[in-house]
Structure formats: C-alpha cells, structure tokens
C-alpha cells in the first residue's frame, strides 16, 4: 500500500510517516521506484510508534522498544530493557503529577489571598 493509506490506517499525517522512516524506525519498509511501499506489519509497527507517541515517549525511547520487539520476536524472553523505559516513564509521570499538585495547591492558595483580600475590603 502507498503512504497515503498508511497515513489513514494509523492516523499519522505524510510528514510523520517519512520522519519515522528518515530515522529507521521502518527498517523493513520497501521501495518501489520512489514510492514507499507499506506491508500491514509497517502499518502496525506505525501503530505502535503512534501509540509510544501517545503515552509520552520519545522517538529516541521508541526506537529502543521496537528494537526489543524485534529481538522478542526472534528470542521470546521477556524484554527487560521495555520494562525498564516503561517504568521511567511512569516515574517521570508520578514526578510531573507531583509537581502540578504542588503548583495547585500555590494557585489554589493564591485564589483564597486574593479573594479574602476583595472581601475584606468590601
């Protein structure tokens, strides 16, 4: 299939698609001529990408999952270096939680001085 229905199958646009292929996640991908042709496992390799995407990972920590897919794929141990990214993920995510809690509760705080402040001076 040409990028044009990769691109509606995955909900990714042109441009993103040639990205990730510019930087090698797609190392299987065919040519025809100048025409990029995608099998159904480019098109769920993309999938994935879209979906590491979603979650809050970068290219660079995608590029390293897919790698251990592929090697799971070939071995079928459990791929513990995917665990690993995962659970820095999740720990960056626990710290920017925090971090926003504590910046609420500033806001939250501020809204009450402020509002205290005009009812005083009603």
């Avoid at 994935?48 to 999952?65: N, T, V, Y």
């Amino acid at each position: 299939m040409r990028i044009g229905q990769a691109a509606r199958l995955t909900g990714l646009s042109h441009k993103a698609i040639r990205h990730y292929d510019g930087l090698g996640l797609l190392p299987g991908l065919r040519r025809d001529a100048s025409y990029r042709d995608f099998s159904a496992a480019d098109v769920d390799r993309l999938r994935l990408i879209a979906h590491g995407r979603s979650l809050g990972f970068s290219l660079e920590d995608i590029a390293a999952m897919l790698g251990e897919v592929d090697k799971a794929a070939l071995a079928c141990p459990a791929p513990a270096p995917m665990a690993a990214l995962i659970r820095a993920r999740l720990d960056d995510i626990d710290r920017e939680q925090a971090a926003l809690a504590r910046q609420q509760r500033r806001l939250e705080q501020a809204l009450h001085h402020v509002t205290a402040r005009a009812a005083a001076s009603a």
